[in-house]
């Protein structure tokens, strides 16, 4: 596990920045780890029929990725104490190149007292936020 001096920190500070690549591959092997198995996820002709622009990545999948910047920087999952995000724009899996998923964090709030730290993470595909308020909260 990483040591954090949070007396060294300021709101505002970039913790990590990661890219994910997202293909069907992605999708099927997530859709059999969570059960998951909504046509929409790997079915083009479903995802049209309902009005989407493609098949989408599952929305827990792109929480799940957002999130590892954070644990990524303090070295240890199990200090995720809260994790919460909105949904704000779908990830179009392209069924050849895929979607890249650009995920940042920076440190949003530092409540030194009782040494937790608020990671705001900004995930990103072709340019549009796809994930709205997504917060951690870190334990140090």
Do not use: C
């Not at 493609?54 to 792109?62: E, F, I, K, N, Q």
């Not at 920087?73 to 995000?85: C, E, M, R, T």
């Not at 779908?90 to 050849?96: A, K, T």
């Amino acid at each position: 596990m990483t040591h954090i001096n949070i007396a060294a920190l300021e709101v505002g500070q970039v913790i990590g920045s990661t890219e994910f690549l997202l293909t069907r591959d992605s999708l099927v092997r997530y859709a059999g780890a969570s059960g998951d198995f909504n046509q929409i996820h790997y079915r083009d002709d479903v995802a049209a029929a309902v009005g989407l622009p493609g098949v989408l990545a599952h929305g827990m999948l792109t929480m799940g990725a957002a999130v590892q910047v954070a644990v990524d920087w303090v070295g240890n999952a199990g200090s995720i104490v809260d994790y919460q995000v909105r949904f704000t724009k779908p990830v179009v899996v392209d069924p050849e190149n895929g979607a890249v998923l650009v995920v940042t964090g920076k440190v949003g709030e530092i409540d030194a007292e009782n040494n937790v730290v608020r990671i705001d993470l900004e995930a990103v595909f072709e340019e549009n936020k796809v994930l709205g308020k997504a917060q951690a909260r870190v334990q140090l």
